[in-house]
C-alpha cells in the first residue's frame, strides 16, 4: 500500500493508475490526514457491492420466525395479590 499526499499524486496521476491497475492501493492524504485511495476498478466494484448489500432490520428478523413460538398460552393468567 502506497501513501502519497494530493499534490504528489497530481503530478504523478499516470503512474498512480497504473500501480492501482496492478492491485497495488494507493492512498492520497491531504495536509497529513488520509482522504481518498485509488484501487482497480475490480477492487472498487467489490467495495461497491458490500456497501449497497442490505441488512435485514429488526422487522424482517422478526417476521422470518417460526410463528408458533410466538403464540401465547390460552390458559387464565394467575391471580395476582396487589
Known amino acids: 500500500m502506497q501513501t ?33 485511495t485509488l484501487v482497480s ?9 458490500a456497501l449497497e448489500r442490505k441488512r435485514s432490520g429488526l422487522i424482517a428478523y422478526l417476521q422470518a420466525m417460526p410463528t408458533d413460538l410466538l403464540d401465547r398460552n390460552p390458559s387464565p393468567s394467575r391471580d395476582v395479590v396487589l
Open 4 to 36: 502519497i499526499n494530493l499534490k504528489d499524486a497530481k503530478a504523478d496521476f499516470s503512474s498512480l493508475v497504473d500501480d492501482a491497475m496492478k492491485g497495488d492501493f494507493v492512498t492520497i492524504t491531504r495536509h497529513g490526514k488520509p482522504v481518498a
Open 41 to 49: 476498478i475490480e477492487a472498487g466494484e467489490i467495495a461497491r457491492k
